[in-house]
């Protein structure tokens, strides 16, 4: 009977290599995460924003509570946490713990009363509907380009250009103009994944 290779744990990064492995995070790196955090975060709960996302995502790296393998690019490593953290937030929100109290303004003419009451923070149905028509039109819009449907299915990944242009076998000159016309498309079409 053939023998089952055992798996070798991933080696993971210290915490002083994960430090120095998001200090060398460039500008480029952080707009692509930031893209990356605002498409997790849309039909999140309102008090759940990409930034947060973001944030969360770096500070587990930072205090350790996520180890970082040694070969897994740091951006592509964020993204996945942003991608369980999203998840994490609908599993909360769908066993009922997505409920928060707010404090409502008092009433006019009324004595002084703190009144209460339970707000659903899900999204709402035009903020749903809003998200899966703008994911629908980057779609059409792209329609023709597999190319660059390729290149969007490797960001909402989290790779980085480097390894999005080995998983396409797109030349660094290609992969530039694909970006470029994706860019200007988008950009036309008022597809900006800025939140709304």
């Known amino acids: 009977m053939p023998q089952i290779p055992a798996l070798i744990p991933a080696q993971m990064l210290s915490p002083a290599e994960q430090a120095l492995a998001l200090k060398l995070v460039t500008e480029m790196d952080l707009l692509r995460l930031k893209a990356i955090a605002r498409l997790h975060a849309r039909g999140l709960p309102p008090d759940v924003g990409w930034d947060d996302l973001l944030q969360e995502a770096i500070t587990r790296v930072l205090v350790g509570s996520r180890k970082v393998p040694e070969d897994v690019p740091v951006v592509a490593f964020i993204a996945g946490i942003m991608r369980s953290l ?111």
């Open 86 to 196: 999203r998840t994490e937030h609908w599993r909360r929100h769908a066993r009922g713990f997505g409920r928060e109290r707010v404090l409502l303004d008092h009433t006019a003419g009324e004595p002084e009363r703190d009144i209460i009451e339970l707000r659903d923070p899900s999204p709402t149905p035009e903020r749903a509907l809003a998200a899966e028509q703008e994911l629908l039109a980057i779609a059409r819009l792209f329609a023709d380009d597999p190319v660059a449907l390729r290149i969007l299915a490797c960001l909402a990944e989290g790779m980085s250009a480097e390894q999005i242009r080995v998983v396409t076998g797109l030349s660094k000159t290609d992969y530039d103009s694909a970006r470029k016309r994706m860019r200007r498309a988008l950009l036309r079409e008022g597809l900006t994944c800025q939140p709304k």
